[in-house]
């Protein structure tokens, strides 16, 4: 994970295999294909994860939605998509236990009638999963039970159904997997943004041209025997980058989050809200100690700007939670949001919201380039299998995939009491312990240990928060981390669950990795500045 040397690979060597984007999908395919033994590269254009996969909902799941549309539309691919997810849930819950976990989920209703048909439904759901993970099966919950639960829910509900799927953190899942894959061997590289490409006479791609965001843009090249494109919602553009007469394949969807305190719902569970106004499902869940309450799905074709929260957005996810709650909501209560961009792939005509979740892998025989289409974060690892496969078989190399039984870095020798070694070791406080193991697994050990040889870093980075500041050093020298935002979005997750705290961190965060990375003084304020400028731009969307 050593940026400045990695960079220098990426110029002098040629690679077997190089990946673009470095979201789920992309950093899937690195840690699989290191693993077949391919030379890979690996580039992102911000930061891993920054895009999409930084703002999903965190569900591992089948999706009880889409098994719902299945039978009421007889639809099987629809059916192969939950069993995909079912299948792979609990693969994510073991490759990383320690980022993530099982979640309770509470569907209230208002009557026995609705009670009936969400537990025949979740019946279902879990036969479909039997024999696949040991998570609980569901079962009806009656009113004293669900409000015990979930103590913010109105004393209007009549019961609720209860059902279990998977809870991941996405960004640090995803980050985990760019560190596997650079221990498995991949060359990996954030802030370097593919520019165009080098082709034969005949059209095929031998050489990416990419850019150095860090360094003014300076030019990397990168050659390579098979491209393979996962930039998610961004896939069209690479596509005509390589071939300018492929036609479009993607419908990218905007779907945000809001964050409210925890108290709003109390308890561990989530609740699932089943129908919006609009026919969709919305859930609130508990993480990072706040609530996340989303999402929505609507076209979005403005996809070079950042997808905010929007004032009008708000008014519609508090107004879908208000008629379950007992306490009144109120816009003052936000902590923070974010929107990210599904990235679909395109069907004629109709909502985004009945689009499939699944994936493909696209293969354009003139330019050899390939593409890894839509999917979910849930089925990363499949995704990353089928697109492996197709590079394994344009390079003729037979290798198969092994990722279904492995450990991701940190879950060597973790298991759920590691942080008491942490505490018992180094010295620190409960929640700093567990925070530590809970996000970085069992390499919690190195970040405690520069804690240990500096002792300021043992400092918290914001007095009433478990982070603390060897955090900061550790992401720079172990995660890559560049700039104050990748570390407060991405690898803490500060910015996604309040604002605030993230803008009160941020003079710490710059000012630290200013030192580690060698910043002047005007560089360190510039970076300030323009975080602050950037949160006042969330808050601003937010509230209209
Ligand atoms: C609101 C919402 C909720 C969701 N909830 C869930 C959920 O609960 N469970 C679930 O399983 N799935 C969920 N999903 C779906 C899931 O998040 C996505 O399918 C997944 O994250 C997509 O990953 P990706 O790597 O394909 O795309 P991305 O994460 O967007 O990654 C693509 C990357 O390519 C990079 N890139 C683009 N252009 C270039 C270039 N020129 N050079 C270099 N890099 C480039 C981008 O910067 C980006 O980081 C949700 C999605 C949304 C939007």
């Not at 299945?70 to 099987?76: E, G, H, I, L, R």
């Not at 394994?392 to 940190?410: F, M, N, Y």
């Not at 190195?446 to 478990?466: F, G, M, N, T």
């Not at 997750?493 to 910043?519: C, F, N």
Request: aromatic content about 8%; proline content about 3%.
């Amino acid at each position: 994970m050593n940026r400045r040397n990695n960079i220098r690979r990426l110029r002098e060597e040629e690679f077997d295999l190089c990946i673009i984007g470095g979201g789920a999908s992309g950093a899937g395919c690195a840690f699989d294909a290191a693993l077949r033994g391919l030379k890979v590269a690996l580039i992102e254009k911000t930061d891993f994860a920054a895009e999409t996969s930084s703002k999903s909902t965190k569900l591992i799941h089948g999706g009880v939605r889409y098994l719902e549309q299945a039978f009421k539309k007889f639809d099987f691919d629809q059916l192969r998509q939950v069993r995909h997810g079912l299948e792979e849930r609990h693969i994510l819950l073991q490759q990383a236990p320690h980022l993530a976990r099982p979640l309770a989920l509470i569907t209230p209703v208002f009557n026995t009638r609705a009670g009936l048909y969400y537990s025949i439904g979740l019946k279902l759901y879990d036969w479909f999963a039997s024999g696949r993970d040991t998570l609980p099966g569901s079962r009806w919950l009656s009113k004293k039970e669900a409000r015990s639960r979930v103590p913010g829910l109105t004393d209007k509900v009549h019961s609720a159904v209860l059902y279990y799927d998977g809870q991941l953190d996405d960004a640090r899942y995803c980050l985990t997997l760019v560190v596997s894959a650079a221990e498995a061997g991949a060359v990996v590289a954030n802030h370097i943004e593919l520019e165009s490409f080098e082709k034969s006479e005949t059209g095929v791609l031998h050489a990416a041209i990419a850019s150095d965001q860090q360094d003014g843009g300076a030019e990397v090249r990168i050659r390579a025997k098979v491209f393979l494109n996962c930039t998610g919602p961004f896939s069209d553009r690479l596509r005509s980058l390589a071939n300018a007469g492929l036609p479009s394949r993607i419908r990218p969807s905007k779907g945000v989050h809001l964050v409210l305190p925890h108290e709003i719902l109390g308890g561990n569970d989530a609740l699932l809200i089943p129908k919006t106004k609009d026919g969709r499902v919305v859930f609130a869940i508990p993480f990072e100690g706040k609530l996340l309450l989303g999402t929505t799905d609507r076209d979005c074709n403005e996809i070079d700007r950042e997808p905010l929260l929007e004032a009008a957005e708000v008014d519609f996810l508090l107004d879908t939670l208000q008629p379950f709650l007992s306490n009144k909501l109120n816009k003052n209560m936000l902590l923070a949001g974010f929107g990210g961009l599904r990235p679909l792939i395109a069907a004629v005509g109709g909502e985004t919201k009945s689009l499939l979740r699944d994936h493909e892998v696209e293969h354009d025989p003139e330019s050899n380039l390939l593409s890894l289409l839509g999917g979910k974060w849930t089925t990363y690892r499949l995704m990353a299998k089928d697109a492996v496969d197709a590079v394994c078989k344009l390079l003729s190399i037979p290798v198969e995939c092994s990722t279904q039984s492995r450990l991701l870095a940190g879950a060597e020798d973790y298991d759920a009491g590691f942080w008491k070694k942490i505490q018992a070791n180094y010295g620190l406080d409960a929640d700093i312990s567990q925070h530590l193991a809970f996000k970085y697994g069992t390499r919690a050990n190195r970040v405690a240990a520069l804690a240990k040889a500096q002792p300021a870093l043992r400092e918290r980075i914001l007095s009433e928060q478990p982070f603390i500041k060897a955090e900061i050093i550790y992401a720079v020298r172990e995660e890559m981390a560049c700039t104050p935002r990748d570390f407060l979005a991405r690898r803490i997750r500060l910015e996604i669950t309040g604002w605030q705290a993230a803008g009160a961190a941020s003079e710490v965060v710059a000012t630290l990795m200013g030192t580690e990375l060698g910043w002047r003084e005007d560089k360190v304020r510039e970076e300030m500045r323009n975080y602050q400028i950037l949160l006042d731009r969330f808050r601003e969307s937010a509230t209209g």
